[in-house]
């Protein structure tokens, strides 16, 4: 069942990626067909915000899915600038930005291939019309259904 998810709200200050770290994110997050797109962005505080609640959304719901099998890692891995950020993040992220991780769990941040495709897909269009306004007039939000695969093996990145 899908459920509408608003992306978290952040004060400049909590912003924690500066613009080659958030393109870093956008790419891990969307398709490599939007890549092009990605780097023709003027990478603003609005982008910024856009880009770290993608990646809290992406944590946290990875960590609501949990981790009770095995993960399936494929041949396909991401980038170590992804896995770099990654794990910087989980060590600088606020705790009371996530309701499913815990302090253990962002030391060894993962996030669910599955996650990620399905944020990919539902927050498309407001990465476009984010990049054509510079800025969205209220906080994005998409209705999110996060099945698990059903051959049972889930990839993770992290």
């Known amino acids: 069942m899908a459920q509408y998810k608003q992306l978290r709200k952040f004060k400049k200050e909590e912003l924690i990626f500066n613009e080659e770290e958030t393109r870093i994110i956008l790419k891990f997050i969307f398709e490599p067909a939007d890549h092009g797109f990605i780097e023709s962005l003027n990478v ?26 095995a993960i399936f890692r494929s041949t396909t891995n991401p980038t170590k600038g992804e896995i770099k950020i990654l794990k910087s993040f989980g060590k600088k992220a606020a ?52 099945n698990k695969p059903s051959n049972g093996l889930s990839k993770a990145w992290g």
């Not at 992406?58 to 609501?64: C, E, L």
Request: avoid cysteine.
């Open 44 to 69: 603003n505080d609005a982008v910024k915000e856009f880009a770290q609640g993608l990646l809290i959304e992406a944590i946290d719901a990875s960590y609501a899915v949990g981790f009770v099998e």
């Open 95 to 146: 705790i009371h930005w996530f309701k499913h991780a815990t302090v253990n769990d962002l030391q060894d941040v993962k996030v669910y291939e599955f996650v990620r495709l399905e944020i990919a897909r539902r927050f498309r269009s407001p990465l476009r019309i984010l990049a054509s306004t510079a800025s969205l007039k209220k906080q994005p939000g998409a209705f999110l259904a996060y």
